[in-house]
């Protein structure tokens, strides 16, 4: 169960997984962990043991759906970040319940499917690992009391307390289901890339608002969404919002970083929420901004240096899988592909079918759920920062 920042609804999914521990002879395992029972006191070396590698063998998404946000919900997260405490928490409280209700009604539909485990990975309301939390909303017990499920919520905060962004999550799925792509490009809410290394890591992280700012803009021409990219298509280039959308300080930063949407909310709407210009104008410039700056953080900003690393015998462009609602923008998608050398490509941007552009997350997710279960780490720490990897997650029993 994934709530992303654009809110546009809840995306639910049955997954299957088969993993595979399995060590071949003589095979060293190359990870150590520190069991998370003794993880409090900080990893000691007789506390660590090796892991066998882990690989999934096989998977699957089974059924998949997205149930809108009603109205009622969208003010209620939208106005989440200014609650006093209590009404806060109480919000917290009835988001678990109604995501449980949709959960039940979603495997109502599907009775045919032994599902034995749930994760949620909730809504998100204050992220600020520099400060040390970070807060998604959705109560796991609620959740788990509706579905009568084990679910795993706050898939987080062991890697922010590990001296982790907590983010992206996305480069565990990009690791374990989707192993022939050299990166990811996640045009949600937020958009954020993760490029392998050439020595199994990920240089990984946020790079700017996405989805979120572009449907803000689009309800000033009376539309849910910019579909297609038909109204940035139109419209013209606002040289002066490009500016000073580029000056903000987070867009100077080096990975791994990451950002909440209170700093989409707080720094870079104001920039575009400019009624002076047309609707279709910021759209067209804030799309062509951001596809040139994807385009400079994959090639320049040390992303593309640790991803060509024991890839620079490869002729062909690097495979860059988008997913999220923004690989349906056609405009964004086109502007990708134009920030590129025609002659010699550096990277290939592919759309894949329909369930892993809408549902990656809702099964990165599952996975991530799977992982907490079975104590394997779900934070990739080359894509986080985090000082040592980290079993993230509560897992509530009905």
């Known amino acids: 169960m994934m709530s992303g920042s654009s809110l546009d609804g809840l995306d639910l999914a049955v997954c299957r997984f088969v993993l595979d521990r399995r060590v071949e002879p003589g095979h060293q395992p190359n990870r150590r962990f520190s069991s998370p029972q003794l993880g409090a006191r900080g990893p000691k070396s007789d506390d660590l043991a090796y892991l066998p590698e882990i690989k999934v063998s096989e998977w699957e998404i089974i059924a998949a759906e997205t149930d809108p946000f009603p109205p009622m919900w969208q003010a209620r997260l939208r106005s989440a970040p200014h609650l006093p405490g209590r009404e806060l928490w109480r919000l917290h409280a009835d988001l678990g319940h109604w995501i449980g209700q949709r959960a039940q009604a979603f495997l109502g539909k599907h009775p045919s499917f032994p599902v034995s485990l749930a994760g949620s990975h909730g809504h998100t309301i204050f992220h600020d690992p520099a400060q040390k939390f970070t807060t998604q909303i959705g109560d796991g017990a609620a ?57 199994g890591g990920y240089v990984a992280g946020d790079i700017s ?30 040289p002066a919002a490009a500016q000073k959308i580029a000056a903000l300080r987070y867009h100077q930063l080096p990975y791994p970083k990451s950002l909440g949407n209170a700093w989409v909310r707080e ?55 988008l997913s999220g609602g923004g690989s349906h923008n056609t405009f964004l998608v086109d502007q990708l592909r134009a920030n590129q ?25 599952a996975l991530a759920a799977l992982f907490r279960t079975e104590g394997i780490p779900n934070a990739l720490t080359s894509a986080t920062g985090a000082d040592r990897p980290t079993v993230n997650g509560a897992l509530f029993h009905p």
């Open 143 to 199: 959740i788990a009391q509706r579905l009568g499920l084990p679910v795993v919520t706050e898939l987080r905060g062991a890697d922010v307390a590990a001296g982790g962004q907590g983010a992206p999550l996305a480069p565990l799925a990009d690791k374990y289901l989707f192993p022939e792509y050299d990166g990811f490009l996640n045009l949600g809410g937020i958009a954020n890339l993760s490029l392998r290394d050439g020595a």
């Open 209 to 238: 608002g996405c989805c979120q700012v572009l449907d803000r803009l689009a309800a000033r021409t009376g539309a849910a969404y910019d579909a297609g990219g038909a109204l940035a298509r139109k419209g013209s280039p606002a």
């Open 267 to 321: 720094q870079l709407w104001p920039l575009l929420d400019d009624k002076s210009v047309a609707a279709e104008d910021l759209l067209h410039t804030f799309t062509r901004w951001l596809a040139k700056k994807i385009a400079y953080d994959l090639a320049y900003v040390g992303a593309a240096a640790g991803a060509r690393k024991g890839l620079e015998t490869k002729d062909e462009p690097l495979k860059i899988l």
């Open 341 to 365: 050398d025609d002659a010699k490509p550096s990277f290939e941007f592919i759309v894949g079918d329909d369930d892993t552009t809408d549902f990656k997350e809702a099964a990165l997710i």
